[in-house]
């Protein structure tokens, strides 16, 4: 196991969710890969090819790296602020090691990249949790403690035509808000029409704006300062403004697991019942389809032991599908 399974943004610990579950399948299902010996410089190692497909702040890969020397990660992410911190974060795995390599686009692209030697990935890695680091960016907006203005798209230069967090908020009929919004809370109606009532008098721009009119819809959540109400607002903004359930959706349409080797794996953590029902959905298709088999029987929820240490990861579920033929 990793010696150190964290890493710091603003003074403050951050563990990677479900490390302990991650590294566990990785080294029961994978143990050819590992248990390679060096028997002299003629064998050449035969390496395992990770693509993770949501690489944020690398979290997830760095502990993978440093805990299998015999494996080399592809990773995408859409934010190009991330693929540069990784870039200064990561240079050793770049280019001295030369086992991990960086890709500014989304995942549901990862087949049109030459990343890796002419051979199919052995597991395609997806945590479909935004980064802390893109919470601590006090000016994207994502995060309801600070005061920046409501962007939350993950490439604003790349999508600059498309609608920001405060364009969906400000523009979108009372229907729509309901719409973004029922997923997630039971008071949509009631939020969506404070939101319409609110911009009447005022534009709706930064996080500290909806924060307010919400507090005004809730007057208890200041009281209490219990906020989860306000992050599932939040948090369904920012999936609507990225579009980030019809990509999901949309790449496991495409049946990515045909693609990879045999014995190849499709590692999915979400965080939310809505994410999890597509992917619980597209497993079960390919399962009919005869492509593999789910490897665990019950999703994978977090510990006590993870919980008391990282309290955040209390909603995320990981599921695991393997293909079983060539």
């Not at 563990?15 to 890969?33: D, G, S």
């Not at 973004?180 to 008071?187: M, N, S, V």
């Not at 492509?291 to 909603?315: C, D, H, I, M």
């Amino acid at each position: 196991m990793a010696t150190q399974s964290w890493h710091v943004i603003n003074g403050a610990k951050h563990y990677p969710v479900l490390y302990r579950e991650v590294l566990a399948f990785y080294n029961t299902f994978y143990p050819q890969y590992w248990e390679q010996r060096d028997s002299g410089r003629r064998r050449k190692t035969n390496y395992f090819y990770l693509a993770d497909g949501t690489f944020g702040g690398g979290n997830h890969s760095k502990l993978l790296l440093n805990q299998f020397k015999q494996m080399k990660i592809a990773g995408y992410d859409l934010d190009p602020s991330m693929i540069e911190k990784a870039e200064k974060n990561f240079e050793d795995e770049i280019y001295s090691q030369k086992r991990l390599q960086l890709v500014n686009d989304n995942f549901i692209n990862i087949e049109t990249y030459d990343t890796r030697p002419p051979r199919k990935f052995n597991s395609i890695f997806l945590d479909l949790g935004f980064s802390q680091y893109q919470v601590a960016d006090q000016d994207r907006g994502f995060s309801y403690l600070s005061d920046g203005y409501l962007d939350m798209r993950y490439a604003p230069d790349r999508h600059a035509e498309g609608s920001t967090a405060a364009d969906i908020l400000n523009k979108c009929t009372h229907y729509e808000l309901v719409e973004i919004f029922k997923r997630y809370d039971p008071h949509a109606e009631k939020i969506a029409e404070a939101i319409c009532d609110a911009r009447e008098r005022s534009i709706i721009n930064t996080a500290s704006d909806l924060k307010n009119v919400l507090f005004d819809v809730f007057p208890g959540l200041a009281r209490s300062q219990k906020y989860n109400k306000i992050m599932k607002v939040f948090m369904a903004l920012r999936i609507s403004v990225n579009n980030e359930l019809i990509v999901l959706d949309e790449y496991l349409y495409k049946n990515p697991v045909l693609g990879m080797a045999k014995n190849g794996s499709m590692v999915i953590i979400s965080f939310h019942s809505t994410e999890d029902q597509v992917v619980a959905k597209h497993f079960r298709r390919w399962k009919k389809l005869k492509y593999g088999q789910e490897v665990f029987k019950k999703v994978l929820t977090p510990s006590k032991e993870e919980l008391e240490e990282n309290p955040a990861s209390r909603s995320a579920k990981m599921r695991v599908f393997m293909k079983e033929f060539d």
